[in-house]
Protein backbone atom coordinates (compact mmCIF):
# COMPACT_ATOMS: atom_id res chain seq x y z
CA UNK A 1 0.00 0.00 0.00
CA UNK A 2 0.96 3.26 -1.17
CA UNK A 3 2.27 5.90 2.11
CA UNK A 4 -0.49 8.53 2.36
CA UNK A 5 -0.21 12.18 3.23
CA UNK A 6 -0.06 12.19 7.01
CA UNK A 7 -1.36 14.93 8.95
CA UNK A 8 -0.61 15.90 12.12
CA UNK A 9 -3.87 17.43 13.95
CA UNK A 10 -2.87 17.95 17.48
CA UNK A 11 0.80 17.59 19.47
CA UNK A 12 0.09 18.22 23.38
CA UNK A 13 3.57 18.10 25.23
CA UNK A 14 4.57 19.85 29.13
CA UNK A 15 7.58 20.97 30.61
CA UNK A 16 8.15 21.70 34.59
CA UNK A 17 10.07 24.90 35.55
CA UNK A 18 10.30 23.19 38.99
CA UNK A 19 9.44 27.17 40.01
CA UNK A 20 5.85 28.38 41.88
CA UNK A 21 4.36 30.89 39.66
CA UNK A 22 2.17 33.77 40.55
CA UNK A 23 -0.42 33.99 38.11
CA UNK A 24 -2.16 36.76 39.23
CA UNK A 25 0.72 38.68 38.50
CA UNK A 26 1.99 36.79 35.20
CA UNK A 27 -1.00 37.27 33.05
CA UNK A 28 -1.18 41.31 32.89
CA UNK A 29 2.20 40.64 31.40
CA UNK A 30 1.61 38.29 28.72
CA UNK A 31 -0.10 38.97 25.38
CA UNK A 32 -2.82 36.86 24.47
CA UNK A 33 -3.27 35.42 28.42
CA UNK A 34 -6.55 34.97 29.93
CA UNK A 35 -6.74 34.07 33.69
CA UNK A 36 -9.92 33.26 35.67
CA UNK A 37 -9.21 31.54 38.79
CA UNK A 38 -12.91 30.72 39.23
CA UNK A 39 -12.98 28.86 36.35
CA UNK A 40 -10.33 26.81 36.27
CA UNK A 41 -6.45 27.32 37.94
CA UNK A 42 -3.92 28.08 35.32
CA UNK A 43 -3.23 30.88 32.49
CA UNK A 44 -4.31 30.45 29.23
CA UNK A 45 -2.39 31.74 26.53
CA UNK A 46 -3.62 31.64 22.90
CA UNK A 47 -2.15 32.70 19.95
CA UNK A 48 -4.92 34.35 17.88
CA UNK A 49 -3.52 33.11 14.15
CA UNK A 50 -3.82 29.66 15.56
CA UNK A 51 -4.97 26.87 17.72
CA UNK A 52 -2.05 26.51 19.87
CA UNK A 53 -2.76 27.27 23.57
CA UNK A 54 0.08 27.02 26.34
CA UNK A 55 -1.02 26.87 30.22
CA UNK A 56 0.33 28.08 33.12
CA UNK A 57 -0.08 26.29 36.42
CA UNK A 58 0.95 27.77 39.95
CA UNK A 59 3.14 24.49 40.44
CA UNK A 60 5.24 26.09 36.80
CA UNK A 61 4.46 23.24 34.94
CA UNK A 62 3.68 24.13 31.58
CA UNK A 63 1.25 22.57 29.14
CA UNK A 64 0.61 22.94 25.37
CA UNK A 65 -2.00 21.80 23.35
CA UNK A 66 -2.91 22.12 19.22
CA UNK A 67 0.28 22.55 17.66
CA UNK A 68 0.57 20.98 14.39
CA UNK A 69 4.42 19.98 14.87
CA UNK A 70 6.80 18.61 17.51
CA UNK A 71 8.37 21.62 16.64
CA UNK A 72 5.93 24.16 16.86
CA UNK A 73 4.56 22.42 20.14
CA UNK A 74 8.18 23.00 21.53
CA UNK A 75 8.41 26.49 20.23
CA UNK A 76 4.72 27.45 22.01
CA UNK A 77 6.19 26.44 25.28
CA UNK A 78 9.86 27.97 25.01
CA UNK A 79 7.94 31.28 23.99
CA UNK A 80 6.32 31.58 26.80
CA UNK A 81 9.28 30.06 28.91
CA UNK A 82 11.65 33.12 27.66
CA UNK A 83 8.72 35.49 28.53
CA UNK A 84 8.90 34.48 31.92
CA UNK A 85 13.09 34.76 32.11
CA UNK A 86 12.58 38.10 30.66
CA UNK A 87 10.13 39.04 32.95
CA UNK A 88 12.38 37.44 36.52
CA UNK A 89 9.21 34.69 37.02
CA UNK A 90 11.77 31.88 36.59
CA UNK A 91 15.49 31.11 34.74
CA UNK A 92 15.16 28.06 33.74
CA UNK A 93 14.90 26.77 30.10
CA UNK A 94 13.49 23.33 30.90
CA UNK A 95 13.29 20.09 28.18
CA UNK A 96 9.85 20.04 26.74
CA UNK A 97 8.24 16.32 26.60
CA UNK A 98 5.48 15.22 24.26
CA UNK A 99 3.12 13.06 25.61
CA UNK A 100 0.71 12.57 22.54
CA UNK A 101 0.44 13.30 18.72
CA UNK A 102 -2.66 12.76 16.94
CA UNK A 103 -2.50 12.22 13.35
CA UNK A 104 -5.05 11.03 10.15
CA UNK A 105 -4.63 9.34 7.28
CA UNK A 106 -6.99 8.47 4.68
CA UNK A 107 -6.77 5.64 2.31
CA UNK A 108 -8.50 5.10 -0.85
CA UNK A 109 -10.28 1.89 0.69
CA UNK A 110 -13.66 1.08 2.75
CA UNK A 111 -13.32 -1.14 5.66
CA UNK A 112 -15.43 -4.14 6.75
CA UNK A 113 -15.22 -2.74 10.20
CA UNK A 114 -17.09 -5.95 11.84
CA UNK A 115 -14.76 -8.19 10.31
CA UNK A 116 -11.70 -5.63 10.99
CA UNK A 117 -13.31 -5.98 14.78
CA UNK A 118 -12.81 -10.14 14.62
CA UNK A 119 -9.12 -10.09 12.79
CA UNK A 120 -7.38 -7.67 15.21
CA UNK A 121 -9.57 -8.14 18.42
CA UNK A 122 -10.36 -4.49 17.82
CA UNK A 123 -13.53 -2.98 19.88
CA UNK A 124 -16.42 -1.74 17.26
CA UNK A 125 -19.74 -0.94 18.92
CA UNK A 126 -21.36 1.16 16.24
CA UNK A 127 -24.21 2.29 18.25
CA UNK A 128 -21.63 4.12 20.77
CA UNK A 129 -18.72 5.31 17.91
CA UNK A 130 -18.73 4.52 14.46
CA UNK A 131 -15.50 3.67 14.03
CA UNK A 132 -13.16 1.05 15.00
CA UNK A 133 -10.86 1.72 17.92
CA UNK A 134 -7.63 -0.82 17.66
CA UNK A 135 -5.17 -0.52 20.97
CA UNK A 136 -1.34 -1.77 19.87
CA UNK A 137 1.63 -2.66 21.82
CA UNK A 138 4.68 -2.64 19.07
CA UNK A 139 4.00 0.10 18.03
CA UNK A 140 2.17 1.80 21.05
CA UNK A 141 -0.99 3.75 19.28
CA UNK A 142 -4.08 3.46 19.03
CA UNK A 143 -6.59 3.14 15.65
CA UNK A 144 -9.63 5.13 15.00
CA UNK A 145 -10.43 3.39 11.91
CA UNK A 146 -13.46 4.51 9.82
CA UNK A 147 -15.55 2.84 7.09
CA UNK A 148 -14.35 5.77 4.70
CA UNK A 149 -10.90 4.46 5.10
CA UNK A 150 -10.01 7.44 7.30
CA UNK A 151 -7.58 5.96 10.30
CA UNK A 152 -6.87 8.66 13.25
CA UNK A 153 -3.60 7.69 14.88
CA UNK A 154 -3.42 8.59 18.70
CA UNK A 155 -0.56 8.03 21.46
CA UNK A 156 2.59 8.21 19.84
CA UNK A 157 4.97 10.87 21.27
CA UNK A 158 7.33 10.94 18.29
CA UNK A 159 7.42 11.43 14.36
CA UNK A 160 9.66 8.18 14.41
CA UNK A 161 6.64 6.29 16.34
CA UNK A 162 4.03 8.16 14.53
CA UNK A 163 5.74 6.27 10.75
CA UNK A 164 6.35 3.08 12.75
CA UNK A 165 2.13 3.38 13.65
CA UNK A 166 1.41 4.30 9.72
CA UNK A 167 3.76 1.52 8.48
CA UNK A 168 2.17 -0.86 10.75
CA UNK A 169 -1.81 -0.28 10.00
CA UNK A 170 -0.55 0.06 6.53
CA UNK A 171 1.15 -3.94 6.50
CA UNK A 172 -1.52 -4.99 8.43
CA UNK A 173 -4.43 -3.62 6.89
CA UNK A 174 -3.00 -5.24 3.17
CA UNK A 175 -6.22 -7.20 1.73
Not at 14 to 22: Q, V
Not at 53 to 65: E, H, Q, R, W
Not at 122 to 147: C, D, M, N, R, S
Request: with cysteine.
Amino acid sequence: MELPEIKIVNVVGSCDLKTPMNLEEIYPLIENAEYDPDSYHCVYIRRPDTKRIVTIFKSGKLNTAGSKSIEEAKSAVLEVVDKLNELDFTDKRPKIKIYNIVANIALNKKFDLEELSEHFGAEYEPEQFPGAVLKTETPKATFLIFKSGKIIINGVKSNEELESAVNWILENLKS
